[in-house]
């Protein structure tokens, strides 16, 4: 077998290889750029998914940011939000249990939140599920926050969604909420002990309460009926 030299490569084959080379480099660059443009186009963002889009579902409880409180599960909510949450076990300082779920940011109807889901589960299994937890954090409000075993967090996938409470990043004024949802049925004015006035505006028909607490920004927590 031999090997061609320099001095036998034509110059007519030098061009042909300089022009794949070419055309190699132009279609990779091409193909960055495309990458690059899809990854800036914003995915579609759902019509129904703003907080104050809520619809009254046959059994009477709310369907809010496409969630049906009371029967859509902790797996399916997840899906339809996109991003998944941190499930904890709480222990309240009267000994009462639930079980949340955490969701540091959700982006829905082009509105960023904070949100935290209850999750319905027997007492039954509340209290197993202490059995297997492991110590965690003491939370401002004297409640604990404890770590969920494996096998409980497996179980909780299959629990269904029985509250949210929606943290909204921009400062809802009350003019806003009121033109979203009306006015309120009831509001009820509470106070600490160190004088921070909480107003809290009711909305039974849709399972709403939205707190007005101090300097804080306006909260929303919807909850089942039943």
């Avoid at 690059?36 to 186009?41: A, F, G, H, Q, R």
């Avoid at 029967?71 to 499930?87: C, I, R």
């Avoid at 929606?166 to 600490?192: C, H, T, W």
Wanted: neutral net charge; proline residues 5%; charged residues 20%.
């Amino acid at each position: 077998m031999t090997v061609r030299s320099l001095s036998g490569f034509k110059p007519a084959e030098f061009k042909l290889t300089m022009r794949i080379l070419k055309n190699l480099i132009i279609g990779l660059v091409l193909l960055i750029i495309g990458i690059v443009i899809l990854m800036l186009i914003p995915s579609p963002q759902g019509t129904t998914d703003k907080p104050w889009e809520v619809t009254t579902m046959s059994d009477g409880n709310s369907q809010v940011l496409n969630i049906h409180l009371g029967n859509t599960d902790y797996k399916t909510a997840q899906q339809k939000l996109g991003v998944f949450g941190e499930t904890a076990l709480f222990i309240d300082p009267d000994g009462s249990r639930s079980v949340e779920a955490f969701f540091n940011s959700i982006n829905q109807g082009g509105l960023s939140a904070k949100l935290v889901m209850n999750l319905g589960v027997s007492d039954k299994r509340l209290e197993l599920m202490q059995q297997r937890a492991t110590a965690g954090e003491r939370q401002p409000s004297g409640a604990r926050q404890l770590e969920l075993a494996q096998i409980d967090r497996e179980f909780l996938l299959s629990a269904p969604v029985t509250g949210l409470t929606y943290i909204p990043s921009v400062r809802l004024k009350p003019a806003m909420i009121e033109s979203r949802f009306g006015n309120p049925a009831d509001i009820e004015q509470l106070s600490d002990d160190n004088g921070v006035i909480t107003k809290i505006w009711h909305y039974p028909a849709i399972g709403l309460q939205v707190l007005f607490q101090g300097d804080n920004k306006p909260v929303l927590i919807y909850h089942a009926k039943r």
